[in-house]
C-alpha cells in the first residue's frame, strides 16, 4: 500500500508560478514511477508530467517549458508550474506505479489560473 498527499494547489494569476508537492508513504521503495495528473471541469484526466526512479521524464506537450517535474527522493515529488494559463486550471493529482504495476492516487489539489 502506497498513500499519496498533494499539496500547494491555489489561486493564481496568469503568468505566476506554484509549486504541487506529492508525500508518499507506505511501500515507498516498491515505486517505479511517478506522475502528476490533471483533470478540468468536463474533461478527461491527462498525463501532465512522469518521472522514474532512474530520473527520466517526460511531459505533456501543453505543459514542455513551463513546467518541472522532479523527485528529491522516494517520498516526494513535485511539480514547479510557471507561466500558468488559465487553461492550466484543473485539479491535479498525484500518481505512484509500483515495479508491480499495481497504482495508486492521491486526493488531488485545486489549480486555478484567473485574474
Known amino acids: 500500500q502506497v498513500q499519496l498527499v498533494e499539496s500547494g494547489g491555489g489561486l493564481v494569476q496568469p503568468g505566476g508560478s506554484l509549486r504541487l508537492s506529492c508525500a508518499a508513504s507506505?511501500?515507498?521503495?516498491?515505486?517505479?514511477?511517478m506522475g502528476w495528473y490533471r483533470q478540468a471541469p468536463g474533461k478527461e484526466r491527462e498525463l501532465v508530467a512522469a518521472i522514474t526512479s532512474g530520473s527520466s521524464t517526460n511531459y505533456a506537450d501543453s505543459v514542455k517549458g513551463r513546467f518541472t517535474i522532479s523527485r528529491d527522493n522516494a517520498k516526494t515529488m513535485y511539480l514547479q508550474m510557471n507561466s500558468l494559463k488559465p487553461e492550466d486550471t484543473a485539479v491535479y493529482y498525484c500518481?505512484?506505479?509500483?515495479?508491480?504495476?499495481?497504482?495508486?492516487w492521491g486526493q488531488g489539489t485545486q489549480v486555478t489560473v484567473s485574474s
Open positions: 500518481r505512484a506505479i509500483l515495479i508491480t504495476a499495481q497504482d495508486y
Open positions: 507506505g511501500n515507498i521503495f516498491s515505486i517505479s514511477t
